[in-house]
């Protein structure tokens, strides 16, 4: 695994997109952990504050290499099988990479309120390590 997925382990479509990747990738190039474990995002050097702006993706041979939102997401379609064809089409297009980034940002700041939330956090079968979460209603 080189990639490193952190995911709101509360959000039913954040929840529903990682089982996606799951079972499209099959632990070969991802592992995951919900934003809710904070001891593996300070292992990381990250945030919950920083984990307000959406999903990360860290590159594990090169941590300091981040994506984070909208960015994140075309980076992981990237890496996926046939992936970056598409991934460059939606770049290469004027103005809908402006576009995907503000609908990102609208769908991360009302997931809740369009996909409901879950009463206890997700936790990946492939989970970076050992997960760790405390659940919060």
Known sequence: MNYFVIYDGYCNLCVTLVKLLENLDQGKKFSYAPMQDEEKLSQLAITSKDCELGMILVNLQQPEQRWQGSDAAEEIGRLLPMGEIFVKAYQGLPGLKSIG????????????????????????????????VINNK
């Open 101 to 132: 980034d503000q609908f990102y940002g609208q769908i991360r700041d009302h997931r809740y309120q369009l996909f409901g939330r879950r009463d206890t956090t997700y936790l990946s079968r492939y989970c970076s390590g050992d997960c760790q």
